[in-house]
């Protein structure tokens, strides 16, 4: 018997779910690996709190937003819901929007410079007393642009020993690994040697969590070694902008 047609957007996102489960699970096999070793961000961005609070209803509490502007009141609003997402921040984060933004992170995945991290320490301080900040010390990524992309966010492979040593002296952070943001590619095999640069950058630093893979891309990451995967599309369809 053949299931039903999803009827609703809800219905949608919860089939979508089972079948990213499922390739993450079959790209686990390929690999070794367990799939309680990979965690699934649902990226969120661009679609409303109805969109979130159905991922987390079908069991993917781990959600992923990159602007602080949309970011910020969804949280908010998710909260007041009663919708008990796990936020994860996948974007670019300027220095200015960090005190909009800090009390909803769980997980910073695009730490990439110190003077995010005094900006993270000095607001964290400013919560510290009333307990405000939703993670402490905050579990961080460092955003590294492996591809050397002119236009990309994220720090040369060169500079993560540095960033490391800075974050090492700030007990408002805990650095847990690397994230990239692969270049666009026809095809996912294009990209491997990425994520397999990165999981051997991390891998010199002593780092074991590894933030990559998208879309079009996880599964392989996953074959590479991804511990966190940043996936939009495939469960939320596309996004306006
Ligand atoms: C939007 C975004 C994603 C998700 O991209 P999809 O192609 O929709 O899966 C992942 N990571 C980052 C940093 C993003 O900005």
Not at 187 to 213: I, N
Request: charged fraction near 20%.
């Amino acid at each position: 018997m053949t299931p039903p047609t999803p009827t609703t957007a809800s219905e949608t996102i919860a089939a979508r779910l089972a079948e990213v489960r499922a390739r993450i699970q079959a790209a686990c096999e390929r690999a070794g690996r367990g799939p309680s070793e990979v965690t699934l961000v649902a990226v969120s961005k661009g679609h409303p709190l109805e969109a979130c609070a159905a991922a987390v209803a079908a069991g993917t509490p781990d959600l992923g937003e990159n602007r602080v502007q949309e970011f910020a009141p969804k949280a908010q609003a998710a909260a007041a819901a009663g919708v008990e997402a796990r936020w994860h921040f996948i974007g670019h984060l300027q220095t200015n929007k960090v005190r909009d933004a800090l009390p909803h992170i769980s997980v910073f995945h695009a730490l990439d410079s110190t003077r995010l991290l005094e900006a993270i320490t000095r607001e964290t301080a400013r919560l510290g007393d009333a307990g405000a900040a939703a993670a402490h010390p905050l579990p961080c990524y460092l955003e590294v642009n492996i591809g050397g992309e002119a236009q990309k966010q994220g720090i040369a492979p060169g500079q993560v020993g540095a960033l490391l040593a800075a974050a090492a002296d700030c007990p408002a952070v805990r650095v847990d690994g690397l994230m990239t943001v692969a270049p666009r590619a026809g095809d996912p095999e294009q990209v491997r040697p990425v994520f397999r640069a990165l999981r051997e950058l991390a891998e010199t630093h002593g780092l074991t969590g590894l933030s990559m893979g998208m879309t079009d891309d996880f599964e392989v990451a996953i074959e590479e070694g991804a511990t966190l995967i940043r996936v939009g599309r495939a469960i939320f369809g596309d996004r306006s902008g």
